[in-house]
C-alpha cells in the first residue's frame, strides 16, 4: 500500500511538474506571438508584417544570399532539390522587388540604413526608380532563368547541378547588392562578388574552352574592377566620405580639382570594360559563347545591365549631370563610342556561324543602344535608353534561352546546321523568331519603341548621324538573323532528319514563350513602363541628379 501511494505521489509531482512546463511553455509562446505581432522601432509600434515590410530592402539582398549557402545542404539532402529551391529563392526576391517598386512609385524614395546607422558611418541601401527597376529586372530574369535551368543544368553541367545553383544564387546576390547600396565601396564588394561568381559560372561550361573563357574574363574583370577602385579611392581622397549622396553633396564644390576628373575616368574605362563596349569587349564572345546555356542567358540578360546600371548611377547620381554633360563632355564621348559599337558588333555579328557567337557579337551593339541613349543626354533619348534596358534583357535572355533548347534537342549550334528546324520544334523557333523581330525593332515589338525614342532623341539632339546608325545597324541585324530564319523556315533538314518533331521540355519553353510574348505586350503596351517608371525616371537624372 506504501508502494502504491509513493507511485501514486510520485505521478502527482511529476503531473504538477508537466503542468508548469506547459504552463512556462504556452506564456514563452504568447510573449513570442506578441513580439512578432508588434514590435516597437523608433518609438513607432509595428505589427509583424510591418516590421517585415522595413526590412524587404535589405532581404532582396540576404534571401539569395543566405539561399545560397544553404544550397549544398538542400543538394545533400536530396540531388533533386536544389532546382527547386533556386526557383523558390527567385520568386520570392521577385515579389520583393516588384513590392519595392510599386512602393517607390506611389510613395518615393526607400531609405535603409544597415544596423540603424546613419550615414556616412554605416552602409545605407537605397531604393529609387532607377535600381527599383533595373531590380525587378534582375529578379524576373533571374526567376525564368532558374525556371528553365533544370533539364539544360543537368545535360551539360552533368555531376556539378548543386554547385552551379548555389554559384548562381550568389551572382543574383551581388548584382542586387550593387544595384541597391548607397555605399561606393559596398557597391565594390558586391562588384567582386558578382564578377568572382559569374567566372565560375563560365568555366563550368564546354570543358576546356570554358576555362579559357573564364579565364579571359577574369582578367579583363580584374582590369575593369582595379580602374573602379582607383576612381573610388580618389573620390574618397577628396570628399572623406563613402555616401553616395554625401559624395553628390560635396563634389560640386571641388570639380576644379582634376583628381576628380581622373575619377571620372576611371569609372568610365572600368565600366566600359564590364559592359563589353567596343573595343574593350574582348572578354565577351568567347564567355557567352562557352558558357552553359543557363549562364549564357543569365550573364547576357543581365550581367551587362547592371553595368550600363552603374555607369548611369555614377555619372548622374555619383557626379552631376551638370559635369558630365557640360563641364567634361563625357555624355557626347559616351555617345559617340555607343554608335561606334552599334555598328561594328552588329558587322562582326554577321561573321558568325555560330549561333551563341552570333548573339554574343549582337549584344556588343545592342548595349551600344542603352549608352547611346544615355550619351544623347536630352529626355527622349535617356528614355529610349532606359527601354532598351528592359528590350535587351527581355529579347536577349530569350535568345540565348532559344538557343539553348535546341543545343538540348539536337546537339547543334551552328545555325548553317538548323535547316528545317522549324517543322521539328515550331514552337522554339517561333519565340526566337518574335525575339529577333524584337532586336530588329519590328513596329509592334518592344525594340521598335525604344529604336524611335533613341531616334527621336538623336534628332532632338541635332545628330541626324545616330539616326542613320540606327537604321543600318537594323538592316544588319536583319542580314544576319535572315540566315538564321532562311535556314530555319526554308531548309530541308539533312543533319537532324534522325530527330523526331518535338520541343523541348515544358520547364524550358515556358520562360522562352513568357519572354516572348513580353517583347509584344511591351511594344503595344509601352505606355506603362514609361508613364509610370521611365519617364519620370529620365527627369530625375538629368534635372535632380540621382540619389538622393
Known amino acids: 500500500m506504501s508502494n502504491d501511494g509513493s507511485h501514486l505521489s510520485h505521478v502527482y509531482r511529476s503531473s504538477i511538474g508537466i503542468g508548469k512546463v506547459i504552463e512556462i511553455s504556452n506564456g514563452a509562446f504568447e510573449r513570442i506571438s506578441r513580439i512578432l505581432s508588434r514590435a516597437e522601432i523608433g518609438g513607432c509600434v509595428m505589427t509583424g508584417f510591418e516590421l517585415i515590410a522595413t526590412h524587404l530592402p535589405i532581404l532582396t539582398v540576404v534571401v539569395p544570399l543566405i ?111 550593387m544595384t541597391i547600396t548607397g555605399d561606393i565601396f559596398n557597391f565594390y564588394v558586391f562588384l567582386e562578388i558578382s564578377s ?117 548611377r555614377f555619372m548622374f547620381g555619383v557626379f552631376t549631370p551638370d559635369f558630365v554633360i557640360t563641364t567634361t563632355g563625357m555624355t557626347n564621348i559616351l555617345a559617340w563610342a555607343a554608335a561606334l559599337a552599334i555598328i561594328v558588333g552588329s558587322v562582326l555579328a554577321i561573321a558568325q556561324s555560330d549561333i551563341k557567337r552570333m548573339l554574343a557579337y549582337s549584344s556588343i551593339s545592342q548595349i551600344g543602344y542603352i549608352l547611346l541613349g544615355v550619351g544623347l543626354a536630352n529626355m527622349i533619348g535617356m528614355e529610349g535608353g532606359l527601354l532598351h534596358v528592359l528590350n535587351h534583357a527581355l529579347m536577349k535572355c ?5 538557343a539553348g533548347a535546341i543545343f538540348y534537342k539536337t546537339g547543334i549550334r551552328n545555325l548553317y546546321q538548323f535547316k528545317g528546324l522549324g517543322k521539328k520544334m515550331p514552337v522554339t523557333t517561333t519565340v526566337f523568331m518574335i525575339a529577333a523581330l524584337s532586336m530588329i525593332g519590328v513596329p509592334g515589338t518592344v525594340g521598335f519603341t525604344s529604336k524611335w525614342y533613341l531616334a527621336l532623341g538623336s534628332v532632338d539632339a541635332g545628330q541626324w548621324i545616330f539616326v542613320f546608325v540606327i ?12 540566315r538564321v530564319f532562311d535556314n530555319i523556315w526554308f531548309g530541308h533538314p539533312h543533319e537532324i532528319e534522325h530527330i523526331k518533331k518535338d520541343e523541348a521540355p515544358l520547364t524550358m519553353l515556358a520562360p522562352m514563350v513568357i519572354l516572348a510574348l513580353l517583347c509584344v505586350f511591351f511594344g503595344l503596351f509601352a505606355y506603362y513602363p514609361v508613364h509610370y517608371v521611365i519617364e519620370p525616371l529620365s527627369v530625375e537624372l538629368l534635372k535632380l541628379g540621382g540619389m538622393p
Open 471 to 482: 537604321l543600318l545597324s537594323s538592316l544588319l541585324n536583319i542580314v544576319y538573323f535572315w
Open 196 to 312: 568572382l561568381t559569374a567566372y565560375a559560372l563560365i568555366a563550368m561550361g564546354d570543358r576546356g574552352d570554358g576555362v579559357v573563357a573564364s579565364f579571359n574574363y577574369l582578367i579583363m574583370g580584374t582590369v575593369a574592377a582595379s580602374f573602379i577602385l582607383l576612381g573610388i579611392g580618389y573620390l574618397y581622397a577628396v570628399t572623406g566620405t563613402l555616401n553616395m549622396a554625401d559624395m553628390q553633396n560635396l563634389l560640386p564644390s571641388i570639380y576644379q580639382n582634376k583628381v576628380v576628373l581622373a575619377a571620372l575616368a576611371f569609372f568610365m574605362v572600368g565600366f566600359s570594360i564590364k559592359v563589353g563596349l567596343f573595343p574593350l569587349h574582348a572578354w565577351l564572345p568567347d564567355a557567352y559563347t562557352h558558357a552553359p546555356s543557363t549562364a549564357s542567358a543569365l550573364i547576357a540578360g543581365l550581367m551587362t545591365k547592371v553595368g550600363a546600371y552603374a555607369m548611369i
Open 398 to 402: 530569350a535568345l540565348f534561352l532559344v
Open 67 to 177: 539561399a545560397g549557402f544553404l544550397t549544398p545542404i538542400v543538394g545533400w539532402i536530396d540531388r533533386r532539390l536544389p532546382w527547386y529551391w533556386v526557383m523558390l529563392a527567385m520568386f520570392v526576391v521577385l515579389l520583393i522587388a516588384g513590392n519595392n517598386l510599386v512602393t517607390v512609385i506611389n510613395s518615393g524614395t526607400i531609405q535603409y540604413k544597415l544596423g540603424g546607422w546613419d550615414p556616412p558611418f554605416g552602409i545605407e541601401y537605397v531604393i529609387d526608380l532607377l535600381n527599383g527597376f533595373v531590380c525587378l529586372i534582375i529578379a524576373f530574369i533571374a526567376f525564368m532563368v532558374s525556371i528553365y535551368s533544370k533539364e539544360s543544368v543537368k545535360k551539360e553541367v552533368p555531376g556539378k547541378t548543386t554547385p552551379f545553383y548555389s554559384v548562381f544564387l550568389l551572382l543574383i546576390t551581388g548584382l542586387m547588392g
